[in-house]
């Protein structure tokens, strides 16, 4: 059974550091083929691709936040990360992580997303 | 970066009818498509992948379809538990991107 879930602060001030955590099971990181993205939607708001890492660790950046994002995996391969510096309130939305297995783009299951309030 | 534009933003259909929502790409991006629903307060789901291929578990009324860069989602027979809203997500080159979304509701 293929699961994800997301945590993060909840809350947290402009101009931190935002940390987010997917913990997943059911799958390992380490097939081939196997690829973990973040993805982000703001209240009343369509969805934003934000970064990725794949089964061999290759990156993938949205280049209109590649300055501030990075993404990376443990050693176990069970979880992924996502920090994203000097947050503003534009960065307020429902944080999700999804996996797309197979080599493609597709995303086949979603965790139930962890809300991102950014406010002082 | 790879625009969606997707129609209409919103659609009050009835039971048993027949609905339709459309993403345009602004590029070619081959069959590279999916559609998802998202219901209030859940995560997205994938319906169809690869512009026409149903995802595991969704209802055969549902269809998807690709005209050059135009995609398609048909509902054959709208039933309750399809309202929501609906997005299509191009898979051909990052960043990936997705439509505007699309609100199905019943009439």
């Known amino acids: 059974q293929v699961t994800l879930k997301e945590s993060g602060p909840g809350m947290l001030q402009p101009s931190k550091t935002l940390s987010l955590t997917c913990s997943f099971s059911?799958?390992?990181?380490?097939?081939?083929?196997?690829?973990v993205s973040w993805i982000r939607q703001p209240s009343g708001k369509s969805l934003e691709w934000l970064a990725a890492?794949?089964?061999?660790?290759?990156?993938y950046y949205n280049p209109s936040l590649k300055s501030r994002l990075t993404v990376s995996k443990d050693t176990s391969n069970t979880q992924v990360f996502l920090k994203i510096t000097s947050v503003d309130t534009a960065d307020t939305a429902t944080y999700y992580c999804?996996?797309?297995?197979?080599?493609?783009?597709?995303?086949?299951?979603w965790g139930p997303g962890t809300m991102v309030t950014v406010s002082s | 970066d790879i625009q969606m534009t997707q129609s209409p933003a919103s659609l009050s259909a009835s039971l048993e009818e027949i609905v339709t929502i459309t993403c345009q790409a602004s590029?070619?991006?081959?069959?590279?498509l999916a559609w998802y629903q998202q219901k209030p307060g859940k995560s997205p789901q994938l319906l169809i992948y690869?512009?026409?291929s149903l995802a595991d578990g969704v209802p055969s009324r549902f269809s998807g379809s690709r005209s050059g860069t135009q995609y398609s989602l048909k509902i054959s027979r709208l039933q309750v538990e399809d309202i929501g809203i609906y997005y299509c997500?191009?898979?051909?080159?990052?960043?990936?991107?997705f439509g505007s979304g699309t609100k199905l509701e019943i009439k």
């Open positions: 997500q191009q898979a051909s080159s990052a960043p990936l991107t």
């Open positions: 590029q070619d991006i081959g069959n590279w």
């Open positions: 999804a996996r797309s297995p197979g080599g493609h783009w597709y995303f086949d299951f």
């Open positions: 059911g799958f390992s990181l380490s097939t081939s083929g196997m690829v």
């Open positions: 690869g512009a026409t």
């Open positions: 890492i794949d089964w061999d660790g290759d990156k």
